[in-house]
């Protein structure tokens, strides 16, 4: 059987985003190790309590040799405008998950709204990328 079991997102300052995902999201670090033989590689992941099977490994955009400044540039321009990357997240009760979320600084970019598929929130971490808060509804 084959399960996703990482997945990632580019950021900017890796600590500023460590900081944005446990304590305003409620995440949990997985991993955070540097590696010195591969230039001081930092494999940061954070995931949520009680989900151990997941994780989201919170990237440094690398630059040379791994990626050449054009495609760096690339990468940042998308990430500003939201568009590197969505993580989709599920809850019982988005409008208590905003409101908890909220309280803890997370800025929202999109209320909790009615959709033909259940209520939906957005916000962005602080490296710009885009995070949708939803609570499927029934079908």
């Not at 800025?107 to 490296?127: L, T």
């Amino acid at each position: 059987m084959i399960k996703l079991s990482t997945t990632q997102l580019w950021v900017h300052d890796q600590d500023v985003a460590l900081e944005f995902y446990t304590s305003k999201l409620g995440m949990e670090v997985r991993e955070d190790v540097t590696m010195a033989e591969m230039g001081n590689f930092r494999w940061l992941t954070v995931g949520w309590p009680g989900q151990d099977d997941v994780a989201i490994v919170l990237m440094a955009i690398p630059g040379q040799p791994v990626m050449d400044d054009a495609t760096r540039q690339e990468v940042s321009n998308l990430m500003a405008k939201g568009f590197a990357g969505t993580v989709f997240l599920t809850t019982e009760d988005c409008h208590a998950s905003y409101e908890e979320l909220s309280g803890r600084g997370v800025e929202f970019v999109e209320k909790p709204e009615q959709r033909p598929y259940g209520i939906d929130a957005g916000f962005r971490d602080p490296s710009g990328n885009h995070l949708r808060l939803t609570q499927v509804g029934d079908y």
